[in-house]
């Protein structure tokens, strides 16, 4: 369970990423946050594994404050929590079995790490990864040889063989193909459903959160303007969230 707790975040030009956020993010849903550019929306998402320090207020996972973690705590905290960007964050030159070996990492030494002294049984982690994301024969192949999709979805088999409970997805579709996308949401959509990990995603697509996310966060200028189940968001809703732009958006597409 994540909870934020009047939780507020200023940058130091002066610009309000997150304003008084009180939420309750249960285990096992998907959620998915919405919003314009610059609403708060990557903020809110980075602000659950501390990649971006929020300024006032705490964040807790399953009772453990993550804002007051110490540098071994987070780093436990964090090797529970996967993250999927956009960009994908691999080693391109690295083979696909390589890279979400990398998952592991967490839970070895410096020693062990740097030498990439793995366990059998994390092999088998990452072929089962592999394979529940429909790429068990890229096994071996580098990951520059990849389409951006297949990228995408060695990151998800990463995150997999990390073991994690929770799964950020912060614009896992923004360079994706609508066919490719519907993919890689599909993907985490099993994920959630079959292996009952909390998976929150930061998306542009409305259609996209309507489809696949259980319930939706919407975010304005750094508040909750809309939290409920993704059924209830209606058309009015939206126009009140993106004004009339997303309408126009839509009938263009």
């Not at 366990?119 to 951006?148: N, P």
């Not at 997805?169 to 994706?176: G, I, K, R, T, Y």
Request: glycine share 6%; aromatic share 6%.
């Amino acid at each position: 369970m994540i909870v934020f707790n009047n939780v507020s975040k200023v940058y130091p030009n002066g610009t309000k990423g997150l304003q008084n956020i009180n939420l309750t993010i249960n285990d096992g849903e998907f959620v998915a946050i919405i919003g314009l550019s610059g609403a708060g929306k990557s903020t809110l998402l980075r602000s659950i594994n501390r990649l971006i320090p929020i300024t006032e207020g705490d964040i807790s996972i399953d009772g453990t404050s993550v804002t007051k973690a110490s540098k071994k705590e987070l780093r436990t905290i964090r090797r529970n929590i996967g993250l999927i960007s956009q960009t994908f964050n691999l080693v391109k030159r690295s083979t696909v079995q390589k890279n979400v070996l990398s998952g592991r990492l967490g839970y070895y030494s410096t020693f062990r790490s740097i030498f990439g002294l793995f366990t059998k049984e994390d092999y088998d982690k990452t072929k089962q990864a592999l394979a529940s994301v429909g790429l068990l024969d890229k096994l071996r192949s580098r990951s520059d040889e990849l389409s951006g999709g297949q990228q995408q979805r060695v990151s998800i088999a990463r995150a997999l063989v990390q073991q994690a409970d929770t799964i950020l997805a912060d614009e896992p579709v923004a360079s994706l193909d609508p066919i490719t996308s519907q993919k890689v949401m599909q993907d985490l959509k099993k994920i959630n459903k079959t292996m009952n990990k909390t998976i929150v995603v930061n998306i542009h697509s409305v259609q996209l959160a309507r489809e696949f996310a259980d319930r939706i966060i919407a975010l304005k200028k750094g508040e909750v303007v809309f939290d409920d189940s993704s059924v209830n968001l209606t058309d009015e809703r939206l126009e009140q969230i993106y004004g009339k732009a997303i309408f126009e958006e839509e009938a263009e597409v």
